[in-house]
């Protein structure tokens, strides 16, 4: 059963992806709310999720910078981007940075499931 680590700063978001991921197979290995919390939670997990689904915009470290981080600590790590409408540069820089897909809220589960399923391969 593939794991993943759930990063968003509102809860609600966290819910959702929380519920479409368990409804579907997925173990949700952790929950952070924000980008400094989720590089430590990463770090502190173990095993380590399959993925990790990263909020762009939150507070103290955004998700490009967690990201970053993320991926200096453990070249490995899958991370899949939660982006908002019009958010395309940080996307790209997300990308660029390694990411392996977006998603763009609101979500819709089909398009969760579709990103999750490439990025863990
Ligand atoms: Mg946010």
Redesign the pocket.
């Known amino acids: 059963m593939s794991s993943v680590m759930i990063v ?3 809860a609600f978001m966290r819910m959702m992806l929380k519920d479409i991921l368990t409804k579907n197979g997925y173990t949700v290995a952790g929950e952070a709310e924000d980008g400094e919390k989720a590089v430590a939670k990463y770090k502190e997990l173990n095993p380590k999720p399959d993925l990790v689904t990263l ?4 507070p103290n470290l955004d998700g490009i910078e967690a990201l970053k981080q993320i991926k200096a600590f453990d070249p490995s790590a899958k991370c899949v981007m939660c982006s908002a409408m019009g958010q395309q540069a940080m996307v790209i820089q997300a990308i660029q940075a390694g990411a392996k897909d977006f998603i763009v809220k609101p979500f819709q589960a089909d398009r969760v499931l579709e990103a999750v399923k490439k990025a863990i391969g």
Request: hydrophobic content about 45%; aromatic content about 0%.
């Open positions: 968003d700063d509102a909020d762009i915009t939150m």
